[in-house]
């Protein structure tokens, strides 16, 4: 696989990957109040002030064959370290914080008073969230999810501690990049990558835009 | 409706609410001045926040019931319409509403025509004024069949016409879905015009309870009489049987609004000659009633009370039974719109 084709495959898988849970911690720490919630807070920001290579050295700990996770990922036949997966948990946890603050940004912008509503009206708390939450805020969750997949296309230190760069696999563009620069003569590969990060980053900063518009549009913020 | 309240809340910013008490009433006012608790108190009817206390309704405690199984149609002062969502969809919006027909004889339809909802049905909340916005929040909580109807300001923001307008709604959609209600307002017309029972609430305690006319203070008693009738060919309203000329505009027909407030309306004991009110209506007066520092003598047709001093009342020897006569100005009887 193409790194262009391979880093799209795993900026998504990645994107996929961290949605779910930060739409449950997003909630969670938006709509309920309780000791411990800014240990949590801190934990889940970490990996956007850590050096990467510090978090992908981290993830290694977790992930290698004799991490506590790993084994038992290898035994499913699952294995993470120098494999695509690794790839996509890297780029995954690395752009996580940025997709959780994101979708923290679009709860906080749904009026808790029309959940009320909906739950008075006799939806409970997961239909409330199903039917008013989730259609309100989804414009700014998926401008996260896109921000995040522009920081996966981008995700470099993590993935080369816990990926490695193993061509088709795991090359994802930084890491064939980074590759190509030592290779005499390849001047005009790294030009037609640096030309692809660029274009697929502008789309994602525009599409970020847009959805961000239709975000507040939706939500009377702009009337 | 049966309430059994005892209702307590503290704050942390230090307000502080207890009221408690019991009735069988079927429409009832929280009136008080702004931060008397009125809202809080209705809140916790709804189940919005927890208290201490209990609160009985037709004797099954509420307290443990949680706020979706509850089926209170609260209507809060901003509407709270779901903006993503388009005005038939938020009347849908409850999962009562699906199974709605036949129960308490509530249909779609019936709400929709009464609140006058068909041109908007296909809006989103974002294109509709504030008052379109509260009619629709009204037919969601209808819609959704609710054992109590909470109304919190329903005519907050509405001009003198709009008001009058959405009140003879509101008493419209009681006489035909007769719903329960609790009503907050600071507005005495509303409570007069819908309310039979009041609590007066200050700094969150209840200071008076009765009538809802006895329960305003002196000088609030601004009572608005609605009354529906059939424009005739001629241009007059047949309303109970009575021909009145009114300020109906020329060219409506068929059935109609119209208002007119009790202190436009005087009485006399002989039909009076020489006087520029279009309507001289002989009638009987059926009931005497307090009302701050007024009375308020209701006559039998058409169904309206006026408001006058102790003294004109003592003066005239105005008693239930005795025959008068009603008078009122044509341009004191408001059009609201059609019936």
Sequence with gaps: MSAVSLSILVGLLATLLALPPALFLGWVLERTRWPGRGVVYVLVLLPLVLPPVVTGYLLLEFFSPRGMLGRQLESIGLPVAFHLAGAVVAASVVGFPLLFMLVSYAYRSVDPALETVSRSLGRGGWETWWRVTLPLAWPGVAAGALLAFARALGEFGATIVLAGHVPGETGTIPLAVMALMDVPGAEQEVFALCGVSIFLGVLAVVGFRALDKRHRTRLELDR | ?339
């Design chain 2, 1 to 339: 409706m049966k309430f059994d309240l005892a209702l307590s809340l503290t704050r942390p910013q230090g307000f502080c609410l207890d009221v408690s008490w019991s009735g069988d009433v079927d429409a009832l006012a929280l009136v008080g001045p702004s931060g008397s608790g009125k809202s809080t108190a209705l809140g916790l009817l709804a189940g919005v926040e927890k208290h201490q206390g209990h609160l009985r309704l037709d004797g099954v405690e509420q307290a443990g019931t949680p706020l979706h199984r509850r089926r209170m149609g609260h209507v809060t002062q901003d509407a709270l319409l779901f903006p993503h969502l388009t005005v038939m969809q938020n009347l849908h919006y409850s999962p009562w509403a699906h199974t709605l027909h036949g129960e308490g004889g509530v249909k779609e339809a019936d709400v929709i025509d009464a609140l006058h909802l068909e041109p908007l049905l296909d809006r989103r909340p974002r294109h509709l004024s504030g008052g379109e916005r509260r009619r629709v929040a009204l037919g969601r909580a209808l819609m959704s069949v609710p054992r109590l109807l909470l109304l919190d300001e329903p005519f907050a923001g509405l001009d003198a016409q709009r008001r009058r307008d959405a009140l003879s709604v509101l008493r419209h959609v009681r006489a035909r879905f007769g719903t329960p209600l609790v009503l907050v307002s600071h507005v005495p017309e509303d409570i007069v015009g819908l309310a039979e029972h009041a609590l007066r609430l200050e700094e969150g305690r209840l200071v008076a309870n009765g009538a809802a006319t006895s329960v305003l203070s002196a000088g609030e008693t601004r009572v608005d009489n609605h009354m529906t009738g059939r424009v005739q060919p001629d241009g007059r309203v047949e309303v109970d049987g009575c021909d009145l000329v009114t300020a109906v505009p020329r060219g409506i027909t068929g059935s109609v609004r119209l208002a007119c407030f009790a202190h436009d309306i005087l009485l006399a004991t002989e039909r009076p000659h020489g006087l520029s009110a279009r309507n001289v209506v002989e009638t009987q007066v059926t009931k005497l009633e307090e009302a701050g520092d007024a009375v308020l003598v209701h006559v039998a047709r058409p169904a309206v009370a006026a408001t006058l001093t102790p003294d004109a009342v003592s003066e005239l020897s105005l008693a239930p039974g005795q025959r008068v006569f009603a008078l009122m100005k044509a341009t004191s009887i408001s059009y609201l719109g059609p019936s």
